[in-house]
């Protein structure tokens, strides 16, 4: 079985967490709110939606503590060059709607040591509004009995192209911290009760959103109603990473 250590790469991340900083400010003005919501020390599962390809940047930019990742393995909606960032950075890879056991190991490994970890509970930024929460994260929160940092993400869609004039604003949210959780029973119950803890954590990041980009969480009837064409999880006929014989490409 892979060790795990937690914190790694604290050198290049130190690095990459300075630089975060004058990277953003010379392409948007960050607003970052709720900084005395952030806990000391974990273990802590830290929690955002995840609408642009720059949200794992926002969440190292205002971290104070050692922050891993669990992300998906095939980033369709980033570009090409963010592949840099996120191999310098390192991360645990994630083989969308293969269930991703080995990254699953890991999350419980760095929580097990007091870890903090970064993770998207909708699974992926195919959209701008607020989608319902795959499994995994509850599933982690019950296992682990790790409280949750909610962070509402926003603006950072906007943030390229950049633009000499009225720059981006993104916003940077940071709720209370809530948990931890615990599930009892057996299959369907189980996952009743998975289901139950998703959707509290994506009411805890609505409450951090704008009423708009809530999806089905929005106090407008029509928003609602539209977030419906976007809830449907891409990877579910198609897992990431699959080759013909079954296994999954690592």
Do not use: C
Not at 51 to 77: E, H, K, Q, T, Y
Not at 95 to 104: H, I, M, P, V
Not at 134 to 161: I, Q
Request: no cysteine; net charge positive.
């Amino acid at each position: 079985m892979p060790e795990y250590k937690y914190p790694r790469r604290q050198v290049i991340r130190w690095v990459m967490h300075q630089l975060s900083k004058p990277a953003l400010a010379l392409f948007a003005e960050v607003e970052i709110l709720g900084r005395e919501n952030l806990p000391k020390k974990g273990p802590l599962l830290v929690i955002g939606n995840h609408f642009s390809f720059l949200d794992p940047v926002a969440f190292v930019r205002f971290s104070p503590w050692p922050i891993d990742f669990i992300g998906a393995a095939f980033p369709p909606f980033a570009p090409p060059w963010t592949k840099f960032i996120t191999t310098m950075w390192g991360f645990y890879k994630l083989y969308r709607g293969t269930g991703s056991t080995e990254a699953l190991r890991a999350a419980e490994a760095i929580l097990a040591q007091d870890g903090i970890l970064g993770i998207y509970p909708e699974g992926g930024s195919w959209a701008t509004v607020l989608r319902p929460a795959r499994p995994g994260t509850a599933y982690l929160a019950a296992r682990t009995g790790a409280k949750l940092l909610p962070v509402g993400l926003y603006g950072f869609n906007d943030v390229f192209p950049p633009r000499l004039r009225n720059r981006a604003r993104p916003v940077i949210k940071i709720g209370q911290p809530f948990g931890p959780f615990k599930v009892t029973g057996r299959g369907r119950e189980r996952r009743r009760q998975l289901d139950e803890i998703g959707d509290t954590i994506m009411r805890k990041l609505a409450d951090l959103l704008p009423d708009e980009l809530r999806g089905r969480y929005s106090s407008d009837p029509a928003a609602q109603a539209a977030a419906k064409a976007v809830e449907d999880y891409p990877w579910d006929e198609a897992p990431e990473g699959l080759v013909d014989g079954g296994g999954v490409v690592n």
